[in-house]
């Protein structure tokens, strides 16, 4: 028998199928913070705003929200390898209009094809995962496949702002284009078939996701998602590079040094996790737990960060990237309380929900900043502010989270 059939990977294989799906998570986490790094290069070539930058770099959020839907209908009827290796060519044309841009216009297009191209890369794997690996090993794998993302994130900081000076922002996209398309192939053509029950056709398929949305127990993670996760990734993918520059006075070096190691404890952290969620989770450890304490971290250290002056202020950045690696633990748990038949719906209704929210706060906080001066001589000031209000909004979700008390419905095939 093979693993198609019986959706067990011998070991190699197992390795191989994680890898190819890596690859192509890593290239997404890569696209979504780059701009943070060359945000001054598109400011100064075409006169950005805060307003457009943020328009700019949430587009890629927006067209990835927008796809979740009929990405998780894809996903459940034609299978994760077929779907994302697809979708990761987009991303690679994507790239290519990006480098080819000569207006805002067009770097928005090709913003938003990125977007879509990567929107299965991180759902793809881990409805695969539930396929393919041992139940107890599915959050484990979630957060490894962040550290892979973590690792994109790398790639953008310190490395491109090496890269800038010698190929240019451009070069930086064709670069990416020829990744992607390797990554594709390698999953379309190194990669096995899935197990036969893995792939639904379902009569109805757009009725799943009124299941998955119409449960209670969904939205008590949920707008914590929306609200704390989605903040987070927002600064991490754009406001984190600003805010070093124009909050703190970073010049342009120092700003991507700080943004390395903010990365680099990010992956650390996912690291971490990975190796001690076993052992949690026999110590008694919930899932609802870990989220709520570490939630509650974030928002003490984003109070500290708004208040925070001085040379050493960069430092309550790296604290907060360390407390946001649990929320990674969220999506696997909720998602799998779901059946089976639901899988991809399940991973991409709860995508959807952060993927929204990462739109919005990345587009919104600079609106916020822009409409609190930040334009002018007081816009430190305006960020601070900005950050005030996006810690209110944060609190209101924990409480959510906390004191509301739906249980988890059960999974059945």
């Known amino acids: 028998m093979t693993a198609a059939t019986t959706g067990v990977l011998p070991a190699p294989l197992a390795i191989r199928v994680f890898a190819a799906f890596a690859s192509g998570y890593f290239m997404s986490y890569a696209l979504r913070s780059v701009n943070a790094v060359i945000a001054p290069d598109l400011i100064a070539e075409f006169g950005l705003t805060n307003a457009q930058l943020g328009s700019l770099s949430s587009v890629y959020f927006f067209a990835f929200a927008a796809m979740q839907m009929p990405l998780g209908i894809w996903l459940d009827r034609f299978g994760s390898r077929r779907v994302d290796a697809a979708l990761l060519l987009v991303a690679a044309c994507g790239c290519a209009v990006f480098a080819l841009a000569h207006s805002a216009t067009v770097l928005w297009i090709g913003r938003a094809l990125i977007g879509v191209g990567v929107s299965g890369a991180l759902m793809a794997s881990l409805r695969a995962f539930r396929f393919w690996y041992a139940p107890g090993r599915q959050q484990q794998l979630a957060v490894w496949m962040l550290v892979a993302g973590s690792l994109g994130a790398l790639a953008t900081t310190v ?34 078939g899935e197990p036969g029950h893995a792939v639904q056709r379902d009569a109805s398929p757009w009725s799943g996701y009124l299941q998955v949305y119409g449960e209670r127990y969904f939205w008590r993670f949920g707008l914590v998602s929306l609200t704390v996760q989605s903040s987070f990734i927002a600064f991490q993918g754009l406001w984190i590079g600003p805010w070093m520059r124009r909050v703190l006075g970073m010049d342009a070096a120092s700003a991507a040094q700080a943004l390395f190691a903010f990365n680099l404890v990010l992956m650390l952290g996912y690291v971490a996790l990975g190796w001690a969620v076993p052992g949690l989770v026999r110590r008694g450890w919930t899932t609802l737990r870990l989220v709520a304490i570490g939630t509650a971290l974030m928002l003490v250290l984003e109070l500290a960060i708004a208040f925070a002056h001085g040379s050493w202020a960069w430092v309550l950045w790296l604290a907060l990237a360390a407390a946001a690696t649990v929320h990674t633990l969220a999506q696997t748990h909720v998602s799998l309380s779901f059946p089976e038949r639901l899988t991809g719906r399940a991973f991409s209704a709860y995508n959807l929900l952060a993927m929204g929210g990462m739109f919005l706060a990345q587009w919104l906080f600079g609106v916020t900043v822009d409409a609190l001066g930040g334009s002018g001589e007081r816009g430190a000031d305006a960020f601070r502010h900005a950050m005030l209000v996006w810690v209110a909004v944060q609190a209101l979700a924990l409480m959510v989270l906390v004191f509301w008390r739906v249980q988890p419905p059960k999974a059945t095939t």
């Open 159 to 192: 490395p491109v702002q090496w890269a800038l000076p010698l190929i240019g922002w451009r070069g930086v996209f064709w670069v990416a284009a020829v990744l992607l398309g390797a990554a594709s192939a390698a999953i379309f053509l190194q990669l096995p």
